[in-house]
């Protein structure tokens, strides 16, 4: 018992010791599930991205500017990186530090994407960026980039009744 | 009246291109041929194989990470199944000018480099990816002589494991041109799989 309550406050000490970026939560499809299908009052915003993807860096502001303005408004949200293992120390974890992001960011890491990619929606091909928003209502899937007017305007279809 | 009529007709044909143009082909569908310029600088059509019995189609580029993982596996394809009617026709899909290391020279180079065994063509004035369909690199679109016209017999991913290829439990391309060579229609005529989108201006 001693032991164990040893461990824990260990286990407590090098939580509270870790900065916030190395803690970054790896998941399979079916650990990303519970956060694509939550019923609570708060509407979320799930774009599927990578470093090495373009279009997705570029239009990752008007998502970090989305967080900013919307956060206390009911609206969560969510980066989901498709990068791949190998480079989450190299590329991902810098890239989040120099970029300053403040979104929560999970890492999919799932290889059997024919299994996964139609569970998150029928009609998306597989193609990133993408981008997930739902509530308890209500869910739309844009295969797509965004503006953040573009973005917003679909947000407010959520958030406005 | 007659003028409303028109233009709700009008309305009608403009959203059915649309949604035509958008969607692009589906399994079973006719495809058309195309004419576009080769890395050896020399116009390929799906009709100069004379003795094809029908093509792997993969849209694929150099600068997208899915895509070069893909390289080997696409030599592979072509090797086996070229001689067997079914060779591999690589088509650039993206716009060079939203796309860095996508223009035709580093075209040129990568297919050198990499030993390409088959057509690596660009899609100048991107006309061709969105008749097939095609969203991201690499997707593939096998087709499939049938009374002489050529018809999609397949849409998807190469297999399912792009980072990995000792760990791929199911080959979806190959699975799908033996079913052909052996007369029977193909079982999984869909599949997804993680790619970059294709980049327009």
Known sequence: ?161 | MKAIKTIGVLALFLVTVAFTIKDGYKVGDKVEDFSLKNVDGKMVSLSDFDSAKGFIVVFTCNHCPYSKMYEDRIIALDKKYKEKGYPVIAINPNDPKASPGDDFESMMERAKSKGFTFPYLFDKGQKVYPKFGATRTPHVFILNKNKGDLKVAYIGAVDNNARNASDVSERYVETAVDELLSGKEVTNKETKAIGCSIKVQ
């Open chain 1, 1 to 161: 018992m001693k032991n164990l309550l040893k461990l824990l406050v260990l286990l407590l000490a090098l939580g509270c010791s870790k900065p916030k970026n190395n803690s970054l939560a790896i998941f399979d499809y079916k650990g990303l599930q519970p956060l694509l299908e939550k019923s609570d009052n708060i509407t979320y915003v799930v774009n599927f991205w990578a470093t090495w993807c373009k279009p997705c860096v570029k239009e990752l502001p008007a998502f970090e500017k989305l967080k900013k303005e919307y956060s206390e408004k009911g609206v969560e949200v969510i980066l989901v990186s498709l990068d791949f293992p190998n480079q989450i120390e190299s590329s991902l974890k810098p890239f989040i530090r120099k970029e300053k992001l403040q979104s929560k960011v999970v890492v999919l890491d799932d290889p059997d994407q024919n299994n996964w990619i139609p569970k998150i929606n029928e009609k998306w091909s597989g193609s990133i960026p993408a981008t997930l928003i739902y509530n308890k209502d209500k869910r739309e899937f844009f295969e797509r980039s965004f503006t953040y007017e573009e973005l917003e305007g679909e947000l407010k279809k959520f958030i406005n009744k």
